[in-house]
T-cell receptor, first 115, second 117 residues
Framework: NAGVTQTPKFQVLKTGQSMTLQCAQDMNHEYMSWYRQDPGMGLRLIHYSVGAGITDQGEVPNGYNVSRSTTEDFPLRLLSAAPSQTSVYFC??????????????FGPGTRLTVL | GDSVTQMEGPVTLSEEAFLTINCTYTATGYPSLFWYVQYPGEGLQLLLKATKADDKGSNKGFEATYRKETTSFHLEKGSVQVSDSAVYFCALTTNPRSGGSNYKLTFGKGTLLTVNP
């Protein structure tokens, strides 16, 4: 049981390049989400999904796309990277079966630098 | 909307000192409350949680009590260690089935704790 995995761990992009941050979980969790962490800002929600085929925007969705074709995977796409997207990105998942399962589990993060 | 306000850092303590990190919240419905910890260079780990009023979450010597009347969830530890040095995040989530808006986790901005030997 690997939990939540993210790849890559580190990435450097040039402005305008595109890339996909990968996230996978093996806990059969319905809910998955992406956060970015910036100094002094805490974690802010980018996009989330409550199941395969269902996605929605969080607080800071601009510049990012997501899709959820399977329960396990929730990739985050940067279509045209900007320096403002330099951040640490965390993927998280949780079950939706009730209060007892409301804990979110986080991946180890991807540190992205956009030059 | 939902929000979490936690004590601004950084907090610097000597080993064996008493720790309190304040956290207050605003939420619709009946939120579940969490403290997450982030050690240097790592992701977030759940430290403790409480799902209803007057519940006390505890783990690794840390405690926090869900106070509905004061909308607070303060983190405490009686005797900190150097290994407790980390960033601590207070967070909440709401369940639409109990009147909340959605399942997202709302975080405070984090408090950096440094414990010196």
């Amino acid at each position: 049981n690997a939990g939540v995995t993210q790849t890559p761990k580190f990435q450097v992009l040039k402005t305008g390049q595109s890339m996909t941050l990968q996230c996978a979980q093996d806990m059969n969790h319905e809910y998955m989400s992406w956060y970015r962490q910036d100094p002094g800002m805490g974690l802010r929600l980018i996009h989330y999904s409550v199941g395969a085929g269902i996605t929605d925007q969080g607080e800071v969705p601009n510049g990012y796309n997501v899709s959820r074709s399977t329960t396990e995977d929730f990739p985050l796409r940067l279509l045209s990277a900007a320096p403002s997207q330099t951040s640490v990105y965390f993927c998280a998942s949780r079950g939706l079966a009730g209060v007892i399962t409301d804990t979110q589990y986080f991946g180890p993060g991807t540190r992205l630098t956009v030059l | 909307g939902d929000s979490v306000t936690q004590m601004e850092g950084p907090v610097t303590l000597s080993e064996e000192a008493f720790l309190t990190i304040n956290c207050t919240y605003t939420a619709t419905g009946y939120p579940s409350l969490f403290w997450y910890v982030q050690y240097p260079g790592e992701g977030l780990q759940l430290l403790l949680k409480a799902t209803k009023a007057d519940d006390k979450g505890s783990n690794k010597g840390f405690e926090a009590t869900y106070r509905k009347e004061t909308t607070s969830f303060h983190l405490e530890k009686g005797s900190v260690q150097v290994s407790d040095s980390a960033v601590y995040f207070c967070a909440l989530t709401t369940n639409p089935r109990s009147g909340g808006s959605n399942y997202k986790l709302t975080f405070g901005k984090g408090t950096l704790l440094t414990v010196n030997p």
